[in-house]
């Protein structure tokens, strides 16, 4: 399967909790002011890559904790980005997923990735509530929800509160 991305960086230590293997995926619809990756808005830009690839690269290294999906916004390709989730996941990986989306607004076809997913950080980046001092997010909105415990507890638990 084909994916549009931005680009990739093999060992990131800022994209989630350990050592990421961060896929920056092309396409975004909201340009939000002071967004810190705006070379991934455009929908056609980047490049096409095989999924396969990707996870060819992902179990070379036997040093990752998990996958980070990122962008631009993973749901806009959810179908390619559910393979990598699937993929990793197969190989007791964890996966980290940013999104513009609230959870409560992710919209229903994008249940299958959420399935994959076991950290979600959610919401868009506003200028206006940025704070350098957050832990994997840029403002005070946005939130770093543990999905699977959320899924059991029916409510959003975040991922500082189970001790993350």
Known sequence: MQIRIAGLVPESFVDGDGIRFAIFMQGCRRNCAGCQNPETHALD??????????ISAIKKNPLLDGITLTGGEPFLQVDAANELARATKNLGLNVWCYTGYTFEDL?????????????????????????????????????????KKTREQNKIVLWSEIGG
């Open 45 to 54: 830009g980047g490049r096409l890559v095989d999924t396969n690839e990707i």
């Open 107 to 147: 919209p229903p076809e994008t249940s299958t990735l959420l399935e994959n997913i076991d950290v979600l950080i959610d919401g868009e980046f506003i200028l206006s509530l940025r704070d350098l001092d957050l832990q994997f997010r840029g403002s005070r909105n946005q939130r770093i929800i543990d999905i």
